[in-house]
């Protein structure tokens, strides 16, 4: 009940804020921030619960975003459609990939996720009722009320989707399927001769990720009124997705939520004043530091903490 | 009146002076991204240094309605997804009053939108029809292009005197020469040629062996390649390495970057034979052209950028020059009345005077094709002079006939 | 536009291209086949090689002697490597997992985002007489850069078969990637030897980053495209096999060059990924695997 509570209550702060007189620069960027939350909440379902690294978070994102860009210039479709279009895709995605490489070892998943991506990229480029390499234009259509610009509505929209997806996690974790992905994750082979459906579990936890990933990519298209491959399936958000889940904490749903954050402000702070450059190379480090040395993330640091003041 | 009332009213007027004066020294800020690396990097740090000397040249003369005129130029590195964030922010946190494009087709492109969704003023920087779907009224485009036909007229009409018959297209995917590349195809099969060879490219290729080979294979007449500095360096270099092929009479066209002066100065001989579009070249005399020229080749060599600056930096001036000339006439800040005036009167600057379209393109364009002859490796000097770069089109300003075939010209 | 002599032309440029490509996932063969480590990063530290490669050449170093002069020192840098990841993660028995990899993939990030930092997102290409020059036979022009990173490659494969077959060393390589506690009882390290393996692979990496600087132009973000390469041809070739990596190149530079000459330069990229997902869906253990 807690959980709810504070859901709405963020919820309404987002509307809240959407509504007030803040720069516009302010939705601009907290919209990155919270698609942050989105990607590294759907990456962790299956990198942090089930321990299977998916480097292919814009492989998913991406086709979000090209099925929300032609649904709209086919259709005029409104946001809403282009979102669940981007879920399904998405889902159907992993469905594909899943189903494809999960009964390998995980690293050759990983590797075959990287290879999606650049499929996915070399099939944008080459349609040209997308834009091919040169990219589209798109015109967004008029704001509705009660918002000012269309950023801002993005940014209630992209809050929106954060607690989805953040219920979604949590609702994964303390369910039976969370148990049955923390036991492929601690001994696949163990977790099989117990009788655990893992085949029909990662596929599941691979579904559900792709979709919330390819619903974040949906928005996307209209947030820049642009869309074009090379940076729409830029590795960058394999960094930011996976950053954001193993710097906060891979076990608990709060992790990939205090990771997001902490990587996407630093990295709205970083590239303004420094560089982006800069920024990448932060987050780097940062994911080696705690890869090596804090692999229980910010809340595995933060309870170790307590746990050691409480004795 | 009683004296408390004069003295408030006189403070009144003091305040309201005072707050005048205060908003009259702000600062009008001018804001744009520059490609300062990537792709077009070369070019456009030499445009750069040009914009800088207009808002010297400006402040020197006391600023624009009495102010100050301040520059924020961010890098975009020729990315085109880093310009709708880099403007966003230009807008709604440095709050410029005034916006110029970034140099090039590719970093414009994802702006427009922006640009018409909030009805601002934008100076275009060497764009190639990146209004043509936006349709955008307060576009003033700095180039001596219009449409493709501008652009290939020359290219194609110089391929016909030489008899051609068939043409290969050679273009990068991506929004100019995409935009350059549908225009010509029309234009070719109005003119009767027969397409042989039509291959779009990924910006990003590096290795051009395999098309060069195809297009070899294929035996065209002319070809008219369409791409970005790193790709025509790429192209030149594959050509040189394996050949294109003895049927070729014409070869180039529509190839940005052999017109920066550190790219002609690593290509050298390999450039000779091609012909290629320019905006300006020594011979052709606009007014007040040379003098920009030798100030601009003193700060560049201290800048280190491109010593010659033909190309952008003349053009770019320009810009400044029209923005100039438009607040000063109109005394005004404001974008409609400001594109207004753009519109209807003839703007005069150092590449020559200017009248828009009502597509914010040149009404009468200039866009030179040149053969390159007789050039030598090492050497940057040499293309002061009027000889190195033939002028084949337009007719007004032509110094000589084209030279073919292709492959015999380079002495291969 | 197909013609027969245009398929030949490809193929042949395919052949050169393969061993290049060969040589450049030898040093993966060895640290991810042979030694089990999910290496994300060898491309970037090929590529890292090719900088270096490209500095010395300032001073004016030959591409190819610049890479020899570098391979001790990325032997000891991959040493060093190596030793790092076994304290962190294979001591504590975590290797291949979600660690394992982050760790990698975060440390190819900082080696790319470095190599922007310090150089700039603008291509660089070596100088050397054999580069941008051909050879003229049957009427097909072969350039020069391609014949010169052939046969490099050649020799390279070459000496890294005979050594892990002939040599102490190299066999004990061999063993310990079939058999770790077989060996043990024999009394032999395998740390010490994993950590030779791995120094070998990275030295290795160093003349390959040189042979990439050779073929064509580089920039940080090379990389990306070179992982697909790289683990397509280790994953077709079967993980451990160096006659297969030799084999199991040339079969991805036809597949790319074919591909390229048919289809056009938009679709190369994808051949090295989808060609890795044809494998890894229909015969994951690929050609030669154990």
Same mark, same amino acid.
């Given at each position: 009940?807690?959980?709810?509570?504070?859901?709405?209550?963020i919820?309404?702060?987002?509307?809240?804020?959407?509504?007030?007189g803040?720069?516009?620069?302010?939705?601009?960027?907290?919209?990155v921030?919270?698609?942050?939350?989105?990607?590294?909440t759907?990456?962790?379902?299956?990198g942090?619960?089930?321990?299977?690294?998916?480097?292919g978070?814009?492989?998913?994102? *991406?086709?979000?975003?090209?099925?929300?860009?032609?649904?709209?210039?086919?259709? *005029?479709?409104?946001?809403l459609?282009?979102?669940?279009a981007?879920?399904?895709m998405?889902?159907?995605?992993g469905?594909?990939?899943?189903l494809?490489?999960?009964?390998?070892?995980?690293?050759?998943?990983?590797?075959a996720?990287?290879a999606?991506?650049?499929?996915m990229?070399?099939?944008?480029?080459n349609?040209?009722?997308?834009?091919g390499?040169?990219?589209?234009?798109?015109?967004?259509?008029?704001?509705p009320?009660?918002?000012?610009?269309y950023?801002r509505?993005?940014?209630?929209?992209?809050?929106?989707?954060?607690?989805v997806?953040?219920?979604?996690?949590?609702?994964?974790?303390?369910?039976?399927?969370?148990?049955?992905?923390?036991?492929i994750r601690?001994?696949?082979?163990?977790?099989?001769?117990?009788?655990?459906?893992?085949?029909?579990?990662k596929?599941?936890?691979?579904?559900?990720?792709?979709?919330?990933?390819?619903?974040a990519?949906?928005?996307?298209p209209?947030?820049?009124?642009?869309?074009?491959?090379a940076?729409?399936?830029?590795?960058?958000?394999?960094? *930011?997705?996976?950053?954001g889940?193993?710097?906060?904490?891979?076990s608990?749903?709060?992790?990939?939520?205090?990771?997001?954050?902490l990587? *996407?402000?630093?990295?709205?702070?970083?590239?303004?004043?420094?560089?982006g450059?800069?920024?990448?190379?932060?987050?780097?480090?940062?994911?080696?530091?705690?890869?090596v040395?804090?692999?229980?993330?910010?809340?595995g640091?933060?309870?170790?903490?307590?746990?050691?003041?409480?004795? | 009146?009683?004296?408390?009332?004069l003295?408030?009213?006189?403070?009144?007027?003091?305040?309201m002076?005072?707050?005048?004066?205060?908003?009259?020294?702000?600062?009008i800020?001018?804001?744009?991204?520059?490609?300062?690396?990537?792709?077009?990097?070369?070019?456009?740090?030499?445009?750069?240094?040009?914009?800088?000397m207009?808002?010297?040249?400006?402040?020197a003369?006391?600023?624009?309605?009495?102010?100050?005129?301040?520059f924020?130029?961010?890098?975009d590195?020729?990315?085109?997804?880093?310009t709708?964030?880099?403007?966003?922010?230009?807008?709604?946190?440095?709050?410029?009053?005034?916006?110029?494009?970034?140099?090039?087709?590719?970093?414009?492109?994802?702006?427009?939108?922006?640009?018409?969704?909030?009805?601002?003023?934008?100076?275009?920087?060497?764009?190639f029809?990146?209004?043509?779907?936006?349709?955008h009224?307060k576009?003033?485009?700095?180039?001596p292009?219009?449409?493709?036909?501008?652009?290939?007229?020359?290219?194609i009409?110089?391929g016909?005197?030489l008899g051609?018959?068939?043409?290969?297209?050679?273009?990068?995917?991506?929004?100019f020469?995409?935009?350059?590349?549908?225009?010509?195809r029309?234009l070719?099969?109005?003119?009767?040629?027969?397409t042989?060879?039509?291959?779009n490219?990924?910006?990003a290729?590096?290795?051009?062996?395999?098309?060069?080979?195809?297009?070899?294979?294929?035996?065209?007449?002319?070809?008219?390649?369409?791409?970005?500095?790193n790709?025509?360096?790429?192209?030149?270099?594959?050509?040189?390495?394996i050949?294109?092929?003895?049927?070729?009479k014409?070869?180039?066209?529509?190839?940005?970057?052999?017109?920066?002066?550190?790219i002609?100065?690593?290509?050298g001989?390999s450039?000779n034979?091609?012909v290629?579009?320019?905006?300006?070249?020594?011979?052709?005399?606009?007014?007040g052209?040379?003098e920009?020229?030798?100030?601009?080749?003193k700060k560049a060599?201290?800048?280190?950028?491109?010593?010659?600056?033909?190309?952008?930096p003349p053009?770019?001036?320009a810009?400044g020059?029209?923005?100039e000339?438009?607040?000063?006439?109109?005394?005004s800040?404001?974008?409609?009345?400001?594109?207004?005036?753009?519109?209807?009167?003839?703007?005069?600057?150092?590449?020559?005077?200017?009248?828009?379209?009502?597509?914010?393109?040149?009404?009468?364009?200039?866009?030179?094709?040149?053969?390159?002859?007789g050039?030598?490796?090492?050497n940057?000097?040499q293309?002061?002079?009027?000889?190195?770069?033939?002028?084949?089109?337009?007719?007004?300003?032509?110094?000589?006939?084209?030279v073919?075939?292709?492959?015999?010209?380079?002495?291969? | 536009?197909?013609s027969? $002599?245009l398929?030949? $032309?490809?193929?042949?440029?395919?052949?050169?291209?393969?061993?290049?490509?060969?040589?450049?996932?030898?040093?993966?063969?060895?640290?991810?086949?042979?030694?089990?480590?999910?290496?994300?990063?060898?491309?970037?530290?090929?590529?890292?090689?090719?900088?270096?490669?490209?500095?010395?050449?300032?001073?004016?170093?030959?591409?190819?002697?610049a890479?020899?002069?570098?391979?001790p020192?990325?032997?000891?840098?991959?040493?060093?490597?190596?030793?790092?990841?076994?304290?962190?993660?294979e001591?504590?028995?975590?290797?291949?997992?979600?660690?394992?990899?982050?760790?990698?993939?975060?440390?190819a990030?900082?080696?790319?985002?470095?190599?922007?930092?310090?150089?700039?997102?603008?291509q660089?290409?070596?100088?050397?007489?054999?580069?941008?020059?051909?050879?003229?036979?049957a009427?097909?022009?072969?350039p020069?850069?391609?014949?010169v990173?052939?046969?490099?490659?050649?020799?390279?494969?070459a000496?890294?078969?005979?050594?892990?077959?002939?040599?102490?060393?190299?066999?004990?390589?061999?063993?310990?990637?079939?058999?770790?506690?077989?060996?043990?009882?024999?009394g032999?390290?395998?740390?010490?030897?994993?950590?030779w393996?791995?120094?070998?692979a990275?030295?290795?990496?160093?003349?390959?980053g040189?042979?990439l600087?050779?073929?064509?132009?580089?920039?940080?973000?090379?990389?990306?495209?070179y992982?697909?390469r790289?683990?397509?041809?280790?994953?077709?070739?079967?993980?451990?096999?160096?006659?297969?990596t030799?084999?199991a190149?040339?079969?991805?530079?036809?597949?790319?060059?074919?591909?390229?000459?048919?289809?056009g330069?938009s679709w190369?990229?994808?051949?090295?990924f989808?060609?890795?997902?044809?494998?890894?869906?229909?015969?994951?253990?690929g050609?030669?695997?154990?």
């Amino acid at each position: 009940m807690k959980y709810w509570i504070g859901a709405a209550v963020i919820l309404l702060a987002a509307v809240g804020l959407a509504l007030s007189g803040i720069n516009e620069y302010f939705f601009f960027a907290g919209y990155v921030v919270l698609t942050f939350v989105v990607l590294a909440t759907a990456w962790n379902i299956l990198g942090g619960y089930a321990g299977y690294v998916n480097f292919g978070t814009p492989a998913f994102f *991406g086709l979000g975003a090209y099925s929300a860009a032609v649904l709209f210039k086919a259709l *005029g479709a409104p946001l809403l459609l282009q979102i669940v279009a981007g879920a399904v895709m998405g889902g159907l995605l992993g469905f594909g990939v899943g189903l494809l490489t999960l009964r390998l070892r995980g690293i050759f998943f990983a590797i075959a996720t990287v290879a999606v991506i650049f499929i996915m990229e070399t099939l944008m480029v080459n349609w040209r009722y997308v834009g091919g390499a040169t990219g589209l234009q798109l015109l967004r259509p008029p704001v509705p009320e009660p918002f000012d610009s269309y950023t801002r509505m993005l940014f209630v929209v992209m809050a929106l989707m954060a607690v989805v997806a953040v219920s979604v996690a949590r609702y994964v974790q303390v369910s039976w399927i969370g148990r049955g992905l923390r036991a492929i994750r601690d001994s696949e082979e163990a977790a099989e001769c117990s009788g655990v459906p893992t085949l029909r579990l990662k596929l599941f936890a691979c579904v559900v990720s792709g979709a919330l990933m390819g619903a974040a990519g949906a928005p996307m298209p209209m947030y820049l009124s642009f869309i074009e491959p090379a940076s729409t399936f830029n590795l960058s958000y394999t960094i *930011g997705a996976l950053g954001g889940a193993i710097i906060g904490g891979m076990s608990h749903w709060l992790g990939p939520i205090v990771g997001a954050i902490l990587l *996407g402000s630093l990295q709205q702070i970083v590239t303004v004043t420094v560089s982006g450059e800069v920024n990448v190379l932060v987050v780097g480090v940062l994911l080696v530091l705690f890869v090596v040395a804090a692999p229980e993330g910010i809340l595995g640091l933060f309870r170790k903490r307590t746990l050691a003041r409480r004795k | 009146m009683r004296p408390i009332r004069l003295i408030a009213a006189a403070f009144a007027a003091i305040a309201m002076l005072a707050s005048g004066l205060a908003a009259a020294q702000q600062p009008i800020k001018v804001g744009m991204s520059m490609p300062q690396t990537g792709s077009l990097g070369a070019g456009g740090k030499a445009a750069l240094l040009a914009l800088q000397m207009w808002v010297e040249d400006v402040n020197a003369k006391g600023g624009l309605l009495g102010r100050k005129v301040e520059f924020i130029v961010y890098d975009d590195q020729t990315n085109p997804a880093l310009t709708p964030g880099i403007y966003t922010k230009l807008l709604d946190v440095d709050k410029v009053d005034l916006l110029i494009a970034p140099y090039g087709t590719v970093p414009t492109a994802p702006i427009m939108p922006l640009v018409k969704q909030r009805d601002l003023l934008l100076m275009g920087n060497f764009s190639f029809q990146v209004n043509r779907t936006v349709k955008h009224d307060k576009w003033f485009n700095n180039a001596p292009w219009s449409d493709a036909a501008s652009w290939s007229d020359g290219f194609i009409g110089a391929g016909q005197k030489l008899g051609a018959k068939t043409i290969a297209f050679l273009a990068a995917d991506q929004e100019f020469a995409q935009n350059l590349a549908n225009g010509a195809r029309e234009l070719a099969k109005k003119a009767g040629l027969q397409t042989v060879y039509d291959q779009n490219y990924p910006p990003a290729t590096v290795d051009f062996s395999s098309m060069i080979r195809a297009v070899r294979a294929a035996k065209p007449d002319i070809v008219f390649v369409m791409s970005y500095p790193n790709d025509s360096v790429a192209i030149v270099r594959a050509v040189n390495e394996i050949g294109v092929g003895d049927s070729v009479k014409l070869f180039g066209g529509g190839m940005v970057g052999l017109q920066f002066t550190p790219i002609m100065e690593s290509l050298g001989s390999s450039l000779n034979g091609i012909v290629n579009y320019n905006t300006y070249v020594p011979g052709l005399k606009y007014p007040g052209v040379e003098e920009f020229l030798q100030r601009y080749a003193k700060k560049a060599v201290e800048a280190k950028v491109d010593p010659l600056g033909f190309y952008l930096p003349p053009f770019n001036y320009a810009i400044g020059q029209m923005l100039e000339q438009a607040i000063t006439a109109t005394k005004s800040l404001d974008h409609k009345v400001l594109a207004d005036y753009i519109h209807k009167n003839e703007m005069k600057t150092i590449v020559g005077p200017i009248r828009y379209g009502p597509d914010g393109e040149w009404a009468s364009p200039r866009v030179v094709q040149a053969q390159f002859r007789g050039i030598v490796d090492k050497n940057t000097e040499q293309f002061r002079q009027p000889g190195k770069q033939v002028i084949l089109h337009p007719e007004q300003f032509k110094t000589g006939e084209v030279v073919a075939p292709f492959e015999k010209v380079r002495g291969k | 536009m197909f013609s027969f $002599e245009l398929l030949l $032309e490809a193929i042949l440029f395919g052949v050169l291209l393969g061993c290049f490509y060969a040589a450049v996932s030898i040093g993966l063969s060895v640290s991810f086949g042979l030694l089990d480590v999910p290496h994300v990063a060898h491309p970037a530290i090929m590529v890292f090689g090719s900088y270096c490669t490209y500095l010395l050449g300032l001073y004016g170093l030959d591409p190819i002697v610049a890479g020899i002069v570098l391979m001790p020192v990325f032997f000891l840098l991959g040493v060093g490597v190596y030793r790092f990841y076994y304290e962190s993660f294979e001591k504590r028995g975590t290797e291949a997992g979600v660690r394992g990899l982050a760790f990698f993939f975060g440390i190819a990030f900082i080696i790319e985002v470095g190599l922007i930092l310090v150089f700039g997102v603008d291509q660089r290409m070596a100088q050397a007489p054999y580069i941008g020059t051909s050879l003229s036979i049957a009427g097909y022009r072969i350039p020069y850069r391609l014949l010169v990173a052939f046969g490099v490659a050649l020799v390279l494969t070459a000496a890294l078969t005979i050594y892990f077959s002939k040599t102490f060393l190299g066999r004990a390589i061999k063993a310990v990637a079939q058999d770790e506690p077989a060996l043990r009882l024999m009394g032999a390290n395998p740390v010490r030897i994993k950590q030779w393996a791995f120094g070998i692979a990275t030295g290795v990496s160093a003349l390959a980053g040189a042979m990439l600087i050779i073929v064509g132009p580089v920039e940080p973000s090379l990389d990306r495209l070179y992982i697909g390469r790289t683990f397509c041809v280790v994953v077709l070739a079967g993980l451990g096999s160096m006659t297969g990596t030799l084999a199991a190149g040339l079969i991805l530079g036809i597949a790319e060059s074919i591909v390229l000459t048919l289809f056009g330069a938009s679709w190369a990229p994808a051949v090295a990924f989808g060609l890795l997902l044809i494998v890894l869906g229909i015969r994951p253990q690929g050609l030669f695997g154990r």
